[in-house]
């Protein structure tokens, strides 16, 4: 699927099936839509009378919440935001019954849209994406459109992201200037000779977090180049036919293996997290780190003009590659009491103003177009990196998002058994392939 395609492109053909299936309403003010499941008629327009919404939302997305709410609330002045958290590390957990129950939030995290829509949980907002004239890139709602036989990847629009988080590969220009590097890689090949060229000269070639799965980036990144975009994302939305079991995972998995050997990562690497490994990288003792957006402040802040960020490198130049999704989606419980002030939270999160906001707080923002301005050198480089990958398409999202228990029960355990070699790359693929096929048969 092309980047370019808007999700009002999508919202046309879906509402056509709309009207045959009855999953949402026919037009924006139909009163028989079950989509909104309340006699309030969908409407841009809120009024006067005061209004009280509920968001929820993880803990840690706190201080990017605040700011987004206190922008909306100056734009509609009728409007408070109350906000509730749960830990980061429970709300994965509690968000199905949260969207489910009578008090409901009216602006709620999503963490299960395929269970939040066959449940029939969530308010289809094509009426919505429709009256507000919504021009989202698909790459960042294709996650969030589910189908009238609940499959994910194409249908309605039931979430919107607040921002993203995407993979890359952070370099040390220092390092690399001490190795005779000059520039960053821009394919795998030149990645490699990168890494020798440093473990040759004593030097750490690659800070690797195995410990949490944080080998799973650079790994989806070979993938996605020997694979293809498509054939990725399509496994990770369970598109029928889809498998894990390709040369191209084989291919990724025994490249790994083969780099674990030749001494390129750490030799703790299994019991590296990622907290240590940006600490260690950031103290200058690797040339390079592959992880996420979300660590580009501390990275900039430890190593100023240093800091250098790429994304994922191709088998050939011109391929590189990324793993991205939303920081936070935000969806509207069928339950909600002010449905169409919630829409205008999602709809005041395109804006330029939201853009800005999420740039501020070190997230690429959601929508097309030139991204909005930052003092920090190392997330412009992400930002134009991300621009990039929009525009090419080649973005997936993470391949530990496939099932809900994928990431505990097969990515973590199979990278660590890789890398120490109880398990040989061919064992690791079909152990991928196995607990997908446990979840989703």
């Given amino acids: 699927m092309k980047i370019g395609k808007s999700i009002t492109t999508i919202?046309?053909?879906?509402?056509?099936?709309?009207?045959?299936t009855s999953v949402a309403a026919c037009g924006p003010g139909s009163?028989?839509?079950?989509?909104?499941?309340?006699?309030?008629?969908?409407?841009?327009?809120l009024g006067n009378e005061n209004i009280e919404l509920k968001l929820w939302d993880g803990a840690g997305l706190k201080t990017f919440d605040d700011q987004l709410i206190a922008a909306f609330q100056k734009k509609y002045p009728n409007v408070t935001i109350k906000a509730t958290y749960d830990p980061d590390n429970t709300s994965a957990q509690n968000g199905p019954r949260i969207i489910?129950?009578?008090?409901?939030?009216?602006?709620?995290?999503?963490?299960?849209?395929?269970?939040?829509?066959?449940?029939?949980h969530l308010v289809n907002l094509d009426d919505y994406a429709k009256a507000y004239k919504w021009n989202l890139p698909e790459s960042?709602?294709?996650i969030y459109q589910v189908d009238s036989s609940g499959k994910i990847g194409s249908g309605s629009l039931y979430a919107v992201p607040d921002g993203v988080s995407m993979t890359g590969l952070y370099w040390n220009r220092k390092v690399a200037k001490s190795l005779g590097i000059t520039e960053a890689p821009t394919t795998v090949e030149q990645l490699e000779a990168d890494m020798k060229k440093a473990t040759d000269a004593g030097t750490l070639a690659m800070m690797m977090p195995a410990k949490e799965g944080g080998t799973s980036y650079i790994y989806q990144a070979l993938l996605t180049s020997y694979e293809g975009r498509d054939t990725v994302q399509d496994w990770i939305l369970q598109k029928d036919g889809a498998t894990?079991?390709?040369?191209?995972?084989?291919?990724?998995?025994?490249?790994?293996?083969?780099?674990?050997?030749?001494?390129?990562?750490?030799?703790?690497?299994?019991a590296l997290d990622g907290s240590t490994a940006l600490?260690?990288?950031?103290?200058?003792?690797?040339?390079?780190?592959?992880?996420?957006?979300?660590?580009s402040a501390s990275i900039n802040d430890a190593l100023g003009d240093d800091a250098g960020w790429v994304a994922f490198p191709g088998v050939h130049e011109g391929e590189e590659s990324a793993a991205s999704n939303a920081v936070t989606a935000f969806g509207i419980p069928v339950n909600a009491k002010h449905k169409n002030a919630a829409a205008a939270f999602l709809n005041f999160l395109q804006s330029e103003e939201a853009?800005?906001?999420?740039?501020?707080?070190g997230y690429p923002p959601i929508g097309e177009g030139d991204a909005p301005s930052t003092d920090n050198q190392l997330l412009a480089q992400v930002l134009?990196?991300?621009?990039?990958?929009?525009?090419?398409?080649?973005?997936?999202?993470?391949?530990?998002?496939?099932?809900a228990g994928i990431q505990a029960s097969a990515i973590i355990p199979g990278f660590q058994s890789l890398l120490d070699g109880t398990m040989t790359p061919q064992q690791f693929v079909d152990s991928i392939q196995k607990q997908y096929a446990k979840e989703t048969k």
């Fill in 11 to 20: 919202v046309a053909g879906a509402m056509a099936m709309a009207c045959l």
């Fill in 244 to 270: 894990f079991s390709t040369d191209g995972a084989f291919k990724a998995a025994k490249q790994i293996k083969g780099w674990q050997d030749a001494g390129y990562f750490s030799s703790d690497a299994l």
């Fill in 140 to 142: 960042q709602t294709e």
């Fill in 279 to 295: 600490s260690r990288f950031c103290n200058g003792e690797a040339l390079f780190f592959p992880s996420g957006s979300w660590y």
């Fill in 100 to 120: 489910s129950v009578a008090d409901t939030p009216d602006i709620a995290r999503i963490t299960d849209i395929n269970s939040a829509v066959r449940g029939r």
């Fill in 384 to 403: 134009s990196s991300y621009e990039s990958l929009v525009k090419s398409g080649n973005t997936t999202d993470y391949i530990n998002n496939a099932t």
């Fill in 31 to 45: 009163s028989s839509s079950t989509s909104n499941a309340s006699s309030e008629p969908v409407s841009t327009d």
């Fill in 355 to 361: 853009r800005q906001i999420a740039v501020n707080n």
